[in-house]
């Protein structure tokens, strides 16, 4: 993505490695300071993945694998024995991070299949391998996303997003952003509709912060809003991303989806998930399986921004002793759903024959 950074533009990627290092930028900065951060090892990348330094199902996805090519790379001088132990505990410790996106187990399971033989340097080529291509499969799929995603909005379209699927949720591009980045270069007039995406703010935070870098016009909006700008007719369409999809076509993003979509179905406005195969969970088969994150209730207690000073702090909303529950996500069923926008093209109902026919066979 393009970053513009004192005055001067440059290309970044939400997140890479090297040598044994994860950098990466630090998204709870944004949008008041860009700075990148370093991971030393596979538990600080464990760490950085539940506090959400890098979140995202796409992003999240790539840390784990990069998580497990650096346990590769610490436990590169042990017994084969010792490095199994050692890299079993790791993939371990990095699937109880966050438990919804079903884009970090693929890129463990990835990681962790392609290390099951040869010798231990073997093994660990094959798995900083895989994880580059985990990285590689990410950024492509993305892109594919935003061509295809991109012949489903008209000139002059005001488009609704939730949280943040973007280049940030990704290593690059993103997936509900993209297809909106390829209609703007593609000299498409686009409006974006920002949900501000309590309690974290990612839309606020950090979907504007990228829509600004890109120059598309956006107005952050609060959640409640949304409703009053479909039924005013300002809304032409929805896109989001997705955390898990499962087998039938049921989605769980980010929490206040669903009610999006319904609000959407309500005034006949296209509701559109874009994501990648590695979002999809075949052996789930329907949304009441999928496992919702709950988060500390802080997160609803209190916010951070900037005071008046300029310093970062925190301000508390609620009383201390307040109860609160904080889920993360929550699961849209797949009737209100227009269509998948994916890296194979838009699939459509009946979802449990596109997904299958896009990405496994009915018997597998
Ligand atoms: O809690 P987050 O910020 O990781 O949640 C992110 C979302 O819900 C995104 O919409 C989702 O990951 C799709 S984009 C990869």
Redesign the pocket.
Known sequence: MKVKIDGETREVRTLWMEGQKIRLID?RRLPHRFEITTLENHKETAKAIKN?VM??????GVAGGYGIAQAALEAQHMSVKGFETYLFEAAERLRKT?P??A?LFHAIDRCMEASISGSVHERVRAIISEADSVAEDDLSASRRIGEYGCDLIDDGFRILT?????AL??IDY???LSPIRFAHMRGKQVFVFVDE?RP?C?GAR?TAWELEQEGIPYAVIVDNAAGYYMRQGEIDMVI????RVAANGDV????G?YEKAVVAKENRIPFYV??PRM?FDLSCRNGDFIEI?E?DPEEVRSMWGLNEEGKPSKVLISEEKTNIRNP??DVTPAEFISGFITEVGILRPPYSDSIYEAFGSKEG
């Open positions: 998204q959400m979140r995202g199902a796409g992003a999240i966050r919804t996106a884009n939730h949280c943040n699927a973007g949720a990704f993103g997936t509900a995406t974290r990612q950090l989001v991303g997705a955390d769980a993003n980010k929490i989806t874009a994501a979002t994150e988060r993360a996500f």
